[in-house]
């Protein structure tokens, strides 16, 4: 079975200040895992993915995640936060190949950004 | 390109009433996903189909039924509403050889 915990369901920042998101995950077969952002009243928009290529993934918007094994982790920075990042995001684990639809999801984590 | 697109966007129901989601992808996608978000606990797999005719439950199937219309359309049935339904849910979508799900806007819908 897979899980995902994310730290924190709330997090605050200044603008311009690091955005660190905590993901940790567990899975008895290499993950794929996901981060997804969610925009009030809307759906869920990719910001980036681990497929089992580079550890270091960049994603949109000036995003990235560092996959850490050892550490089951997979959280997701930004080093400077901008107002238009206030946003729910979630990270998402699957099994991959045939399964990469069928997402095991944290429980979200609210980002907030003050001016 | 409409992508993945979910009617109605909101619903309200009468506990015992029964609706039909439904689900619509115009990007040649195989695999068919339905999803409920509910606050605290992420979104949970209700069902999916992996292929034009096939179905299968997910991790929260109970109170709820689906059909594969043909490739395009994927539809969630509720047949007799509970107020423990009240949740918004997501469709999404997964083409072959694609590593990742694109979703819809969601439908919003409430049990009273």
């Known amino acids: 079975a897979q899980s995902v915990t994310q730290l924190g369901s709330h997090v605050s920042v200044s603008e311009g200040a690091l955005v660190l998101l905590r993901c940790n995950y567990s899975s008895s077969v290499p993950p794929y895992l996901f981060w997804y952002v969610q925009y009030p009243n809307q759906g869920l928009q990719l910001l980036l993915k681990?497929?089992?290529?580079?550890?270091l993934v960049k994603g949109i918007n000036g995003f990235e995640a560092e996959f850490k094994k050892s550490e089951t982790s997979f959280h997701l920075t930004k080093p400077s936060a901008h107002m238009s990042d206030a946003a729910e995001y979630f990270c998402a684990v699957s099994k991959g190949g045939t399964s990469y639809g069928k997402l095991t999801f944290g429980q979200g984590t609210i980002l907030t950004v003050h001016p | 390109n409409a992508g993945v697109t979910q009617t109605p966007k909101f619903q309200v129901l009468k506990t015992g009433q029964s609706m039909t989601l439904q689900c619509a992808q115009d990007m040649n996608h195989n695999s068919m996903y339905w999803y409920r978000q509910d606050p605290g606990m992420g979104l949970r797999l209700i069902y999916y189909?992996?292929?034009?005719?096939?179905?299968d439950k997910g991790e929260v199937p109970n109170g709820y039924n689906v059909s594969r219309l043909n490739k395009r359309e994927f539809s969630l049935r509720l047949e007799s509403a509970a107020p423990s339904q009240t949740s918004v849910y997501f469709c999404?979508?997964?083409?072959?050889?694609?590593?990742?799900?694109?979703f819809g806007q969601g439908t919003r819908l409430t049990v009273v």
């Open positions: 999404a979508s997964l083409g072959q050889g694609v590593t990742e799900a694109f």
């Open positions: 189909s992996a292929s034009e005719g096939t179905t």
């Open positions: 681990y497929t089992s290529a580079a550890t």
